[in-house]
């Protein structure tokens, strides 16, 4: 399996706990992880190096980007610029690698990710995850707006990406992403993750957010929908006028969360929903996705990792 994760010194601790949940549903099989990196010591690297290959069969590949990129585009939104790194990175893989399933690091992994790597592409650039993020919280029509694409598509969270490899390269899609980037970097406020969707939201494949890509949000499904056969989810606003009368809210909607929470084999602390973060408001939404982080968090230090 190929692996491609991009990260930098401010991001290592998370890196390694991610890593360490893949591999722990892993641990038998071989895995290339591939990091296009620039922002990362090299004793930074020795220690990445060493703490991936102390597990069986799994081997780290360091591709450097140079620093000229980080003089051309600039953070925004509190994104980082290594995000635009997974784009580089397709250029600099090996050319014997035909596909590479993406992670952003601050996940953990909580199932086999086999079926998800062996998705059948065909000619689709990417296999990707809806943004249910951003349709719960009310941001995912305003992001297709902007970015023009139209209605009958949707719009994706490039956290978790399968990369068809052999066809990004054999149609040149690195150098048209980075032209789009470099001539309309004010334009995409999500820095790559817009640029992808303006260009490949027709050519994509599509699979569940709820197994594969999992942010902390809140799911709560229609009850008259799910009679229909359709699962239609409440959005931010409604919760939120809802929760001024519970007894409407339990009448109208069923609170899924735990269900999906426990079924993920993802979850995805995008945003500002990281365990470790600072500024996060208190929420029990988070006391139960954090449990995944934390039980990672636990079982590294029990067995004398100090990442």
């Not at 999992?214 to 229609?222: A, F, G, I, Q, T």
Request: with cysteine; aromatic share 14%; hydrophobic share 35%.
């Amino acid at each position: 399996m190929n692996i491609m994760i991009v990260t930098n010194s401010a991001y290592l601790k998370s890196t390694y706990i991610m890593l360490y949940s893949l591999f722990l549903q892993h641990h038998q099989e071989k895995m290339n992880i591939y990091l296009p990196y620039e922002d990362i010591s090299e004793n930074e690297l020795a220690e990445l190096t060493a703490f991936v290959e102390s597990y069986a069969g799994k081997k780290i590949y360091p591709l450097y980007v140079g620093e000229e990129f980080k003089t051309k585009v600039h953070s925004r939104n509190g994104i980082n610029v290594e995000t635009y790194y997974r784009i580089l990175g397709i250029n600099l893989l090996p050319e014997s690698v035909e596909r590479t399933l993406y992670l952003d690091v601050d996940m953990v992994i909580r199932g086999s990710l086999n079926a998800l790597y062996e998705t059948k592409l065909g000619n689709a650039a990417f296999a990707v995850c809806e943004d249910i993020y951003g349709i719960i919280n009310g941001f995912h029509a305003a992001n297709k707006r902007r970015l023009l694409i139209p209605e009958e598509y949707s719009y994706f969270n490039a956290g978790v990406m399968l990369y068809n490899v052999k066809f990004l390269r054999d149609t040149g899609a690195v150098e048209k992403i980075l032209d789009n980037i470099y001539q309309n970097y004010e334009r995409y406020e999500y820095n790559d993750q817009d640029v992808m969707n303006e260009m490949y939201y027709d050519n994509l494949v599509y699979v569940g957010w709820d197994e594969y890509n999992c942010p902390p949000v809140w799911c709560y499904l229609n009850k008259e929908k799910i009679e229909q056969g359709v699962l239609e989810f409440a959005d931010y606003n409604e919760m939120r006028e809802l929760a001024k009368n519970p007894e409407r809210m339990l009448q109208k909607y069923q609170n899924v969360t735990r269900q999906i929470y426990e079924n993920a084999k993802i979850i995805h602390y995008l945003g500002n929903t990281k365990p470790w973060s600072t500024t996060r408001e208190q929420s029990r939404l988070y006391e139960m996705f954090d449990e995944a982080y934390e039980t990672m968090v636990y079982e590294m230090r029990e067995k004398g990792y100090t990442y």
